[in-house]
């Protein structure tokens, strides 16, 4: 799966209110934001550039060959503690071992971070959703009356500056970027809290070529499968094998989601209903060839009964040719023209009895007031019934479903 890639440029202002140091404080920081959507976290590199004013700390450059600023080992100074409230995981970058002081008071402290934190995903519209996630800054321990964040409140200058710096945003397209700071209570004191929300939009080209389309042309080649002569099985295993594609596809999209999410994602709508239609389509293939083979077997008994009858009509007259033959010699010309009378009288009796024990397709037709072939008919108007309501059917899914998908907006969490 791909991840986003966002390049940010924010600026935060720190001021400490008079307390026992009275520092000014300035916090600047870029974002390098990772996006993972199935375990719902935020990945963010981020740039840190803190900036507080120490009035212990003041010189005349002129006074020291024109040294303005020098660098000295971080240990030997204090810093601000700042933490990420949506971290989750221990920041596993190497700390930047010094710190810049200037001749007018000012320290700065860079460093870099890699953030995992957690943002929540809602996933209803996906692939075209537009996500937000948090990144909330305050301090460890210090109350808002000793350490308070001061930040800029233009948040279409912030998205500017970070539209600005933005290298590859990847899978993500970045809409805006707002900074808004607040006081919370934590542990029976208020604290500073200053709250950056990165709103994006998913580039949803991707999905749509690579899994929205692959899932609607195999549904039409579910339709085109009633071009297909149902006498046989290639339009059974054809639909068969279309079913576990469809379920392939949906294994895939498994993969991709997270299992989280309040509502049912219209994507999985969209791939249930497709995966029940072709099996609707399956079912009724299945009941039309029953249908078929059933007039087929009828004609298969039917041909072995009469088959069977002639053999036996040949094997009576064979027989009684014989028996002419052979009792020429031992019987008189009278004799003779009566058992020839007698055989003629014989032979429509038997006829007559043999057509009465035979149980063929053509009597049951008769009896029940059907035709040769009825159930073929009656499974060839069920296939072009079923043709025009499953067609009315699934465009009228579709078109609902890519309605609300459009038109639905996105959740609020």
Not at 41 to 56: A, G, L, N, Q, R
Not at 83 to 112: C, L, W
Not at 170 to 192: A, C, Y
């Amino acid at each position: 799966m791909k991840t986003v890639i966002l390049a940010l440029m924010v600026l935060v202002v720190v001021s400490q209110a008079k307390s026992q140091s009275g520092f000014t404080k300035e916090l600047s920081l870029l974002f390098n934001l990772l996006k993972k959507e199935i375990d719902q976290t935020f990945v963010s590199f981020v740039w840190i550039d803190m900036k507080w004013e120490d009035p212990h700390i003041y010189w005349k450059p002129q006074h020291f060959g024109g040294l303005d600023k020098m660098t000295v080992p971080a240990d030997l100074l204090w810093k601000p503690d700042l933490m990420i409230e949506e971290m989750i995981e221990k920041d596993k970058a190497v700390p930047n071992p010094f710190i810049t002081i200037h001749s007018n008071g000012f320290v700065q402290y860079v460093r870099d971070l890699m953030v995992v934190s957690s943002c929540r995903m809602q996933v209803y519209k996906f692939p075209f959703d537009t996500q937000s996630c948090t990144l909330s800054f305050k301090s460890i321990i210090y109350p808002e009356e000793e350490l308070k964040f001061d930040l800029f409140e233009n948040n279409t200058l912030v998205t500017e500056w970070t539209h600005t710096m933005m290298r590859d945003e990847s899978e993500w397209l970045f809409i805006s970027m707002t900074v808004d700071g607040k006081s919370v209570p934590r542990f029976h004191q208020n604290q500073s809290v200053v709250i950056y929300t990165i709103t994006m939009k998913r580039r949803s080209l991707l999905y749509i070529v690579n899994f929205l389309v692959p899932v609607l042309l195999l549904f039409v080649l579910d339709l085109a499968s009633f071009m297909i002569s149902d006498s046989g099985g290639e339009k059974l295993g054809f639909e068969v094998t279309l079913l576990l594609a469809v379920t392939v596809m949906q294994l895939i999209l498994n993969d991709i989601l997270p299992c989280s999410s309040d509502k049912i994602p219209l994507i999985a709508v969209y791939c249930i209903g497709i995966f029940g239609l072709m099996m609707v389509s399956l079912l009724e293939t299945i009941l039309v060839m029953y249908l078929i083979e059933k007039d087929s077997a009828s004609k298969e008994r039917k041909a072995d009964k009469n088959r069977r009858l002639s053999e036996d009509c040949g094997d009576v007259k064979k027989w009684t040719h014989c028996a002419c033959v052979c009792n020429v010699s031992d019987e008189s010309p009278s004799e003779l023209l009566s058992v020839a009378k007698e055989d003629k009288r014989r032979q429509p009796m038997e006829e007559s009895n043999s057509l009465v024990k035979q149980p063929d397709e053509m009597s049951d037709a008769v009896k029940e007031g059907r035709k040769p072939d009825y159930w073929t008919r009656v499974a060839k108007k069920l296939d072009i019934i079923f043709f025009y309501v499953y067609v009315t059917v699934s465009a009228l899914f579709l078109v609902v479903l890519f309605s609300v998908w459009t038109n639905a907006e996105d959740e609020k969490w």
